[in-house]
């Protein structure tokens, strides 16, 4: 499944005094089993972006393409758009209702208007691919989880619909480092074992660098630098320019460059840069 | 459109214009003013006269007049049955045209008229003061103006804290309501298509989410009140004391103008029309 933004502009209060453009010309693609990271500090419009892609807002003007299709115009298509592409919002244990974990989870899968036993057998599924066992949550009330697992239990409501892509704007916002790494180490899972399409939302550079296969910088709604990380981390001149601050890595590397060391800067894996420091320091001394 | 969009009534512009900038309490009175004014008008001359003066004041504000006829919307409606009401169902003075129940007058098209005007200009000049005057202002100038109640036993900073607080949660509530809706849409909640039950059931999966986050935000803003020793009116300072100002007195003389000469306008003689 491809999925093609095509010069998207979003306006919001279209003739009202406090009238903004989110979106300005925005165009995207993403490839089928590609891991995109959307990156982009608050107003940049990476939420209007995501909620455009999953048809919930419809767009000033441009066009949404599936597989070669426009979303806007089929009669029809938006609501099994919406169980194709799954969308995990920012906060998403706000959206939790069911009296059981079970009940909140089978939501999805009930308005697909699957039969009992499969719906069952998505829940089971879905809790067992966050990581929680169903045997001991399924009957709980979701209203008596903790944050981290309320989050969970809310991913899970997304993945039990199966969809081909899935969007997560902002997963870890808000969670403690343990909760941040299980959450970022099951998307990775979901990338690699089920060749999930999965664009992730961001404003923490770190997390984007170490995950994305491509990168999208969205800055006052328009996208500023797209491409591979190994491409976007290799400018950072252009990054520090659009007031953008680098992962942890690259950016030590750059400073380290301005002070005239010879080195490249789309690195995130730490034992390689350290392996290139060493490299750069023992030329230093000789 | 987002929720808090559609919403215009009861919406504050932030802007620093010489109604911007007047006492709330002034604006108040000049409001109530206004409206009393707006009942004995029974003149058409009076009612274009009145609505001539509403236009230039709301272009001293900076906003733009497209938005005052917004603030109508909600209220559409009442202002079409009026006119229906009225228009076709009274039989007084000379009789135009009759057709079954169906009476039309000449008398009954101007009070149609008239009702109509005045219901949709009784709207112009309260959504003026929201429009000039951010709710803190608003319940706060109420706050004050009405203080002699507490000593009727009526506890009226009590009601005015409360009018504040739920005005200031309007947004907020609406801009969250707007995100449920969305998060259930996208996980297949009927809620924009087939019949009335079915929604109305997919309501349950909004409802349920909002009252949570309600109460939750109702118990961290107590908790926030407490810890800042917050015990009600008595005794209470405020950080912007309402004074009174040259400005305010300019209002008033203006809206006393615009009083009286309204006045002059709705007694001319017919024929001026």
């Known amino acids: 499944m491809r999925i093609e933004a095509k010069n998207i502009t979003y306006v919001y209060g279209s003739g009202l005094p406090w009238e903004k ?67 995990i919002f920012q906060f998403p244990e706000q959206q939790l209702f069911a009296e059981t974990v079970f009940d909140d989870v089978a939501f999805g899968p ?3 208007g699957l039969g009992f036993e499969e719906v069952s057998w998505r829940v089971e599924e879905a809790l067992l691919k966050v990581g929680l066992n169903p045997l001991h949550f399924r009957s709980r009330s979701p209203f008596s989880l903790s944050g981290g697992e309320k989050r969970l239990v809310a991913i899970a409501g997304v993945l039990a619909m199966k969809p081909k892509v899935l969007i997560l704007d902002e997963v870890t916002a808000g969670l403690d480092p343990k909760g941040k790494k299980e959450i970022l180490a099951r998307i990775q899972l979901l990338h690699k074992n089920e060749k999930a399409t999965i664009i992730m939302v961001s404003h923490d550079m770190d997390e984007i660098a170490a995950l994305a296969e491509k990168i999208v910088i969205l800055k006052e709604g328009r996208v500023v630098l797209s491409g591979k990380p190994e491409y976007v981390f290799s400018r950072p001149e252009l990054l520090e320019a659009q007031g953008l601050t680098l992962p942890t890595l690259p950016g030590l590397l750059f400073s380290l460059r301005q002070c005239g060391w010879n080195l490249p800067t789309a690195v995130f894996d730490l034992k390689e840069a350290s392996r290139l420091i060493k490299e750069e320091l023992s030329r230093a001394s000789c | 459109m987002p929720l808090a969009e559609a919403v215009t009534l009861g919406q504050y512009v932030p802007g620093t214009s010489f109604l911007h900038r007047m006492d709330p309490r002034v604006k108040l009175l000049i409001t109530l003013f206004f409206l009393v004014i707006l009942f004995f008008i029974n003149k058409i001359s009076g009612y274009c006269f009145f609505l001539v003066i509403l236009f230039l004041l709301v272009k001293t504000c900076g906003i733009s007049l497209k938005y005052l006829f917004k603030g109508l919307k909600p209220i559409l409606i009442l202002i079409l049955f009026t006119l229906i009401a009225q228009g076709l169902f009274s039989g007084e003075g000379r009789i135009l045209f009759s057709w079954g129940i169906i009476t039309i007058s000449d008398v009954g098209l101007w009070k149609a008229l008239f009702m109509s005007m005045r219901l949709a200009m009784l709207v112009f000049v309260t959504t003026l003061l929201t429009l000039v005057t951010s709710p803190i202002d608003l319940t706060d100038g109420m706050d004050r103006m009405l203080s002699f109640l507490t000593y009727l036993k009526f506890p009226i900073h009590e009601v005015a804290m409360m009018m504040t607080i739920a005005l200031r949660f309007i947004p907020t509530l609406l801009d969250e309501t707007d995100k449920i809706i969305k998060a259930q849409i996208s996980r297949g909640a009927p809620l924009d298509r087939g019949n009335i039950f079915k929604r109305l059931k997919a309501l349950i999966s909004v409802f349920i989410p909002l009252f949570v986050s309600a109460f939750r935000r109702a ?40 009083g009286s000469s309204t006045a002059l306008f709705n007694f001319l003689p017919y024929w001026f029309l």
Request: net charge positive; aromatic share 4%; glycine share 14%.
């Open chain 2, 219 to 258: 118990d961290e803003l107590a908790q926030a009140m407490e810890s800042r020793c917050y015990r009600g009116g008595v005794g209470r300072t405020r950080m912007k004391e309402m004074r009174l100002s040259l400005l305010d007195l300019w209002g008033t003389l203006i809206a006393l103008g615009i």
């Open chain 1, 21 to 87: 453009k989110a979106l300005d010309n925005v165009s995207l693609t993403v490839e089928e089993g590609e891991f995109v990271g959307l990156i982009g500090e608050t107003g940049s419009g990476k939420s209007t972006l995501v909620q455009i892609l999953n048809g919930l807002l419809k767009p000033s003007s441009g066009e949404v393409l599936i597989d070669g299709v426009n979303i806007f115009k089929e009669k029809g298509l938006l609501s099994r758009v919406r169980f194709r592409i799954g969308l």
């Open chain 1, 110 to 112: 009930r308005n697909m």
